[in-house]
């Protein structure tokens, strides 16, 4: 095998066996399951990002909050 084009990867026994039952069900090898999901988890947002939305929703639903308050006292 050609190092320069392929490369091993050591996984547990258990996610080994998960991948390969994937693989079986997608009709793909192990490798070509890897490189599917690499693909598409490259186009997911990343944890940050996910973060940063959800502070930004959080604080913009919080600060709609502090407003109906204001109404009240008086």
Do not use: C
Not at 60 to 71: A, H, I, T, W
Request: proline share 4%; no cysteine; aromatic share 8%.
């Amino acid at each position: 095998m050609d190092v320069r084009k392929f490369k091993s990867v050591a996984v547990p026994v258990e996610t080994w066996q998960r991948l390969k039952d994937l693989a079986k069900k997608t009709h793909r090898s192990p490798a070509q399951q890897i490189a599917f999901l690499v693909d598409v988890g490259s186009d997911l947002p990343t944890d940050a990002d996910i973060f940063k939305e959800y502070r930004a929703r959080l604080l913009e639903k919080n600060q709609g909050d502090m407003f109906k308050g204001d109404s009240n006292a008086g």
